[in-house]
């Protein structure tokens, strides 16, 4: 009589692959993608090289994993902002998104794309790429968004969707830049205001 042995369990990662890539993410968020050595990345994450490689592939992958992450949680805002009823609502849900998110308590300040984006050298290339990818759809959505706003009178014939779109996301990259170098949160939802304030009349 053959005994047949059942296939081997794996054995389990012992450790919170969830809580390790929210800490992945947010030392990518402080240090940018170069700046994120594999040592920072782990000694957050509490696990070792291997059961990085293992559990999320190499550092680019680790980071398109962490990206995503941000832009599903902190960066929600750009896709929620889309579904308000009004141009100018749009508008202000994106705005005012970007600060909270610039600005989230027991978070690195600023935002993850420009951190990731502003400065590197051939190895941060794709991601650089990636997240040019991230910011021309975000943009591509609201020109179509505010192409919509137009056609349904909304917004004037006169208005350029692509250019209040730019003009949008200039604002929300400001207020990011503003926000990593210390400005708090009152002051840029002050600066929002003033920008809401020039919204251009139906």
């Given at each position: ?25 947010r030392v990518f ?14 000694e957050a994450m ?14 680019e992958e680790l ?140």
């Open positions: 009589m053959t005994i047949r042995r059942s296939a081997p369990v794996g054995r389990p990662r012992g450790f919170d692959a969830d809580k390790a890539l929210e800490n992945a993410m968020w402080e240090h940018g993608y170069e700046g994120a050595s594999l040592t920072d990345l782990t509490g696990i070792n090289r291997t059961s990085m490689y293992a559990a999320f592939g190499n550092k980071f398109r994993k962490a990206w995503a992450r941000y832009a599903a949680g902190p960066a929600a805002y750009g896709a929620e902002s889309l579904v308000e009823p009004t141009a100018r609502q749009v508008a202000a849900v994106f705005l005012h998104g970007a600060v909270r998110s610039a600005t989230l308590p027991g978070y690195p300040t600023g935002c993850l794309s420009l951190r990731a984006s502003l400065i590197g050298g051939d190895d941060g290339q794709a991601i650089r790429e990636l997240l040019a990818v991230s910011r021309q759809e975000t943009r591509t959505q609201l020109t179509k968004r505010f192409e919509r706003a137009v056609e349904e009178g909304d917004l004037s014939r006169e208005t350029d969707p692509a250019l209040l779109a730019r003009f949008i996301m200039t604002i929300a990259n400001g207020v990011a830049v503003q926000a990593a170098g210390g400005a708090d949160r009152a002051d840029l939802e002050l600066v929002v205001d003033a920008a809401l304030r020039n919204w251009p009349p139906v």
